[in-house]
């Protein structure tokens, strides 16, 4: 059987997908986006760590993080984020009716078990990732233009004079080749 390990290092940036269970369209559901928002917020007060970009699309979300000098856990918060979010969507909605497997080990049928990182290699990967992110509505059709989509930090980023209002648009913008074959 094949170990998977993940690549750890303390003060990093680090790009994350996390899927919900069986792709479940989850945060459809106002109030789904809105209880994650809340919850990443009370793990980021808890065990600090930066939000340098996200997209919350229906069945999944990316997200850009810095981590503070001399720490690496991310799964700890990721961990933390998830089983937040389940308790409260449980308390508020009910259990989910989760598989025997999952049943077993006391889960629910929220989140897929695994995430996927990505270490930020260096400024050109970062902005890659970043205009990943927030292209990611477009290229799912959700919406026609990135400045559209209400759960990301586009708007943000146009503030901080990164983007152009009307960026994405017109016209697919340049990503890497990794990106036509991501999700």
């Known amino acids: 059987?094949?170990?998977?390990?993940?690549?750890?290092?303390?003060?990093?940036?680090?790009f994350f997908t996390v899927v919900t269970h069986e792709r479940r369209r989850l945060s459809e559901d106002p109030d789904a986006v809105a209880l994650l928002t809340w919850v990443i917020a009370d793990v980021q007060r808890r065990h600090p760590f930066e939000v340098e970009a996200h997209v919350i699309?229906?069945?999944?979300?990316h997200v850009l993080w810095q981590l503070p000098d001399g720490d690496a856990d991310y799964p700890k918060r990721w961990r933390l984020i998830k089983e937040g979010f389940t308790k409260k969507w449980v308390k508020r909605h009910g259990p989910t009716n989760p598989n025997p497997s999952r049943r077993a080990k006391g889960e629910q049928s929220i989140w897929q078990r695994r995430y996927w990182e990505h270490m930020i290699r260096d400024d050109r990967d970062f902005d890659a990732h970043l205009d990943y992110i927030h292209h990611?509505?477009?290229?799912?059709?959700?919406?026609?233009?990135?400045?559209?989509?209400?759960?990301?930090?586009?708007?943000?980023?146009?503030?901080?004079?990164?983007?152009?209002?009307?960026?994405g648009t017109d016209e697919m913008p340049p990503l890497p080749s990794w990106a036509m074959r991501a999700e």
């Open 1 to 14: 059987m094949r170990t998977y390990k993940r690549f750890k290092v303390e003060g990093a940036s680090y």
């Open 57 to 61: 699309l229906p069945d999944h979300l």
């Open 136 to 167: 990611n509505p477009v290229r799912h059709g959700l919406v026609r233009a990135p400045r559209d989509w209400p759960f990301s930090s586009f708007q943000a980023w146009i503030e901080r004079g990164a983007y152009e209002p009307h960026w």
